[in-house]
């Protein structure tokens, strides 16, 4: 062999090392790459949602086999004392509906307070609609509607909410119905057409204790739990 096959054979066996070193090899036990639709399962994104817009909502989880659920007297620590009037509402629910969770219950109902609150603020009545009953839906629509007639600008920012917790928990006529006191910081400021403040402070930041009620028909395939009643507390 000529001195340029030497050269040539020696770069090809480098050129294999370094593509074997950067690459790897096969070994026939590689974990096969995710597809999409399990990607989709572990980061969330499944159907079940209970309001289709964007955010997180009111989730319905799957049902647990029976096997697996908490014992009676664990089932609601945290969230209720054992033996009160809240638990056994909390357990009126969960016999009405297997799927039923209350820590995904709390989770989904503080992101649809802040979604229900910006979206009022905003007048998006789209977004409401989604989230609210139809009586409900009218109370928020004759606010933003008053809004509008005296061309007013709602401004509304969340600093945070501190506590949402379960108040109540019954079934009626098969709607289980939950009611959620929210403790939370905010600022918000309504303007006129000027830019004039007619009502809050820009600078100040507003403790607000709202006391909401969710509810929804176990009847019903529509997994989605609607605001039905509003109230505040000191």
Do not use: C
């Not at 609601?76 to 629910?93: M, T, V």
């Not at 219950?105 to 649809?112: C, L, N, T, V």
């Not at 007013?152 to 928990?169: G, P, Y």
């Not at 289980?176 to 006191?181: A, E, F, G, N, Y």
């Amino acid at each position: 062999m000529d001195i340029y096959t030497i050269i040539f054979l020696a770069l090809a066996v480098f050129i294999f090392l370094r593509l074997r070193n950067v690459l790897g090899q096969r070994t026939g036990s590689e974990r096969p790459p995710l597809d999409r639709a399990a990607r989709d399962v572990l980061n969330g994104a499944q159907d079940g949602k209970v309001v289709s817009m964007p955010g997180t909502v009111i989730d319905q989880p799957p049902a647990m086999p029976a096997g697996d659920a908490e014992p009676p007297a664990n089932r609601w620590k945290g969230f209720a004392e054992p033996g009160s009037a809240l638990a056994a509402g909390l357990d009126a629910i969960a016999t009405q509906d297997s799927s039923f969770d209350a820590k995904h219950f709390i989770s989904g109902a503080r992101s649809a307070y802040e979604m229900i609150v910006l979206a009022f603020a905003n007048g998006d009545r789209r977004a409401l609609k989604d989230l609210l009953s139809s009586d409900v839906y009218d109370s928020f629509d004759s606010a933003i509607r008053a809004r509008e007639k005296a061309e007013q600008k709602t401004d509304t920012r969340f600093v945070s909410i501190d506590k949402a917790e379960l108040v109540n928990a019954e079934v009626r006529d098969r709607t289980s119905q939950l009611t959620i006191r929210f403790v939370s910081q905010m600022i918000s400021v309504t303007r006129d057409k000027t830019g004039a403040i007619v009502d809050g402070n820009p600078e100040k930041v507003a403790d607000i204790t709202d006391v909401w009620t969710f509810a929804r028909d176990t009847n019903s395939r529509d997994p989605n739990w609607k605001l039905v009643g509003t109230g505040s507390a000191q």
